[in-house]
């Protein structure tokens, strides 16, 4: 039956990258997946109520970063339809391609340092829908903001959710991290932008956004809604820092603050269409790509408790040896499947009493597996955000993007092999 959940992954995974072609919605076939590899699962165990307790388990982690991605969306949701982000986008007046790109990939790299690589991305994506009306550019940009969210992410310990693991586990201490992961995280995305500055020549089309400040809408209401949603995310970190509890516990209090500010700012309001609320932005995110979300993690959680990940791991340890070279297999594997149960499965292979906190293993991993997971638009939270805001096709991704993504991933990694040989 193992082999049969992974031959069902497989097929899954390819008729996900042929959504087009095939013309099936990737979320069905996401969701067909997860459910077949533990019908498969549930199949070849004689204990039914282990593999039970065992997808329970999952829920847990998955539970966690669906209410963190749903929740996410409808902050940025919120924001969007108060205009909010047109303060911003009005500042930014370059229409030159070659200037914006460097911006948008700074700021986002040091942002997902600060937030994560999940919460920048979804901030990022939707603030380029408003600065960039054509839709192929707006993509190319939104595979750059994967990139640099990814590599933002690598070097802090709240970035992404696989280093946050190795600094909670005691692999990893936040200063180190930083000192260690900062270069070779900032080349992984420097090389991907020199390379976008050659493809991306001209001027960008004018948006044509208009000052509605005496619409609807007042600047008053834009400023404070900026205010408090930015503010709201930016919480988060924090949050988690002083209480200890999950990210997602933090971004749902920040959600509740925001809907309560949104109740009192248009409670004495009597046209309904002046009345902006949270509810109603829950109705207009993309929940489909929250759904899309569900069944990848589910079909890798039949994958983890199979023990197929588990094997891979040992299979590479036995076979390779190298640490360097499992260190960049793994973050290539990443980019097809999670990279949290890939790491989860390397904890379990490398005990601290033989690799102590901060050893070079531990580093590399946390580099390889947040940064390599922008080879494929799937491969990483941030990835899979972008791609259902932006409606990026698979296969666009892997033609346009993957190869820059592969080249930046490459060469940051050189740049730590080369500071710790």
């Not at 296969?395 to 050189?414: H, N, Q």
Request: glycine share 8%.
């Amino acid at each position: 039956m193992n082999i049969a959940i992974v031959i069902v992954f497989i097929i899954g995974y390819i008729a996900i990258a042929l959504e087009n072609p095939l013309r099936i919605n990737k979320t069905a076939t996401a969701l067909f997946t997860g459910v077949l590899c533990w019908v498969f699962y549930v199949f070849g165990k004689v204990d039914k109520h282990l593999v039970t307790d065992q997808l329970y388990a999952h829920f847990g982690q998955i539970a966690s970063l669906l209410f963190f991605l749903l929740s996410a969306m409808t902050i940025v949701e919120i924001i969007d339809i108060h205009d909010g982000f047109e303060l911003i986008s009005r500042r930014i007046t370059t229409l030159r391609k070659r200037k914006l790109l460097w911006i948008v990939g700074i700021v986002t790299f040091f942002l997902s340092a600060i937030l994560d690589n999940l919460t920048t991305a979804i901030v990022m994506v939707s603030l380029l829908r408003k600065l960039i009306p054509d839709k192929e550019d707006r993509m190319l940009f939104a595979g750059l903001v994967i990139i640099a969210a990814n590599s933002g992410g690598a070097w802090s310990p709240l970035g992404d959710v696989t280093t946050t693991m190795l600094w909670i586990g005691g692999q990893i201490t936040a200063l180190n991290i930083i000192k260690e992961l900062f270069l070779p995280s900032l080349v992984s995305l420097v090389v991907p932008l020199v390379i976008f500055s050659y493809k991306m020549k001209g001027k960008l089309a004018p948006t044509g956004v208009i000052d509605n400040s005496a619409g609807a809408k007042s600047t008053f209401e834009q400023k404070l809604i900026l205010l408090f949603g930015i503010g709201a995310l930016i919480f988060v970190p924090v949050f988690k820092t002083v209480t200890h509890l999950p990210p997602f516990m933090g971004i749902l209090l920040a959600l509740a603050v925001l809907w309560i500010v949104t109740e009192l700012l248009h409670k004495g309001k009597d046209d309904p269409h002046d009345v902006i609320s949270v509810a109603q932005a829950l109705r207009t995110i993309d929940t489909p790509s929250v759904l899309f979300f569900l069944g990848i993690l589910v079909a890798i959680a039949a994958l983890e408790s199979s023990g197929q990940l588990g094997q891979l791991a040992a299979y590479m340890n036995e076979k390779i040896g190298s640490l360097p070279i499992i260190g960049l297999g793994i973050g290539l594997l990443s980019a097809i499947v999670d990279n949290v149960p890939l790491v989860a499965a390397t904890i379990g292979m490398y005990s601290l009493a033989d690799y102590p906190p901060d050893h070079f293993i531990w580093e590399f991993i946390a580099y390889c597996a947040g940064t390599g997971g922008s080879c494929l638009i799937i491969g990483s939270a941030a990835g899979v955000a972008a791609m259902g805001i932006e409606k990026i096709d698979f296969v666009w991704y892997l033609k346009k993007i993957s190869w820059i993504a592969l080249l930046g991933y490459f060469a940051g990694a050189m740049v730590y092999l080369a500071e710790n040989m």
